[in-house]
């Protein structure tokens, strides 16, 4: 958003009137996305958790933009039931999917918490609740000519290691190892899922974004005070070194909108360790290219959330 309240330019981008987008997440990215969808004329899905939050956006973006079709569903992707309910909705309603973005996330909570089904917080919200989204979903992703599915991972994926005999950290739990595991997850799926379209025949592109480091409400301690890393971050380091909400949802527009940008690869800021700068195509941590991996956490995930992706 601008200093006036109304979007950042999207000229760049052609006009997306006929064209459903769903959106997780409430606020920060979730909220830039979904602001300049509207702006180009899409029908937007906001999906989150939080009933109030979501119609406070809802509001702001009509406020915005005048006349836009944007609306608010509930979803909590750290419960298996709550995803399985939103997409038994969507496929309820019919039509089509034209573009996903994986977007809502949390950060390393100080003490380790558990999702309804059981699984640490941010491996089953980050990663698990998209994957089990996505599978629901792609029945209305495959009857659009040309479906974009965004997933929103980090620079922190680079830091990420894949332990499958600890995936839940229930041995071990260190907030931010969790943290990058997560958001490695999120990397392999987007890869894993380009991979396996391909093989498909599939029109459907998978792409990956990160925002740099941005100033978003993902640093905000969820039920308890800040951290001292918080009070760093978003005091001091984000105003140094990153840059605002907007300027991070750029790489995830680009991946959603951009016809230079290519399935299969990851978008995010080109300045100095990719923290902001100029959106371009960024070269994904070696982790992530470990294709046996992502071929592992794909059919775990599958197994773990109860649900097949078809692929």
Not at 141 to 162: D, E, F
Not at 170 to 192: E, H, N
Not at 268 to 288: D, I, K, Q, Y
Request: hydrophobic share 45%; aromatic share 6%.
């Amino acid at each position: 958003m601008t200093k006036n309240g109304k979007p950042a330019k999207t000229a760049q981008y052609v006009r997306q009137e006929g064209r459903t987008a769903v959106v997780t997440g409430t606020g920060g990215l979730g909220f830039e996305v979904a602001t300049k969808l509207a702006d180009l004329g899409a029908r937007v899905i906001i999906a989150g958790r939080n009933v109030q939050k979501g119609q406070d956006a809802v509001a702001r973006i009509g406020a915005a933009v005048p006349g836009a079709d944007v609306r608010f569903e509930a979803l909590d992707l750290a419960s298996l039931a709550s995803v399985k309910d939103f997409t038994g909705r969507m496929a309820a309603r019919g039509g089509t999917i034209d573009l996903l973005i994986n977007n809502a996330g949390i950060m390393s909570p100080p003490q380790r918490r558990v999702s309804a089904d059981g699984f640490e917080a941010q491996f089953a919200t980050n990663h698990l609740g998209h994957f089990a989204l996505t599978a629901g979903l792609l029945p209305l992703l495959r009857k659009s000519a040309s479906a974009r599915v965004v997933s929103v991972t980090s620079i922190a994926h680079r830091y990420g290691r894949m332990d499958f005999d600890d995936l839940q950290s229930a041995r071990i739990y260190k907030p931010g190892v969790a943290y990058c595991r997560s958001k490695l997850a999120v990397a392999l799926f987007a890869r894993t899922l380009h991979q396996r379209a391909r093989a498909q025949g599939w029109t459907l592109a998978s792409m990956a974004a990160h925002p740099g480091f941005a100033g978003t409400n993902l640093f905000a301690a969820e039920g308890g005070p800040k951290s001292l890393m918080t009070l760093l971050s978003t005091r001091l380091l984000v105003p140094l070194f990153g840059h605002s909400a907007a300027a991070g949802a750029d790489p995830i527009l680009h991946a959603c909108l951009s016809p230079q940008a290519a399935s299969g690869q990851l978008y995010g800021p080109t300045g100095f360790l990719e923290m902001r700068g100029a959106t371009g195509e960024c070269s994904f941590g070696a982790s992530a290219l470990d294709d046996e991996a992502g071929e592992r956490l794909w059919r775990l995930s599958e197994e773990l959330a109860g649900v097949s992706c078809g692929v």
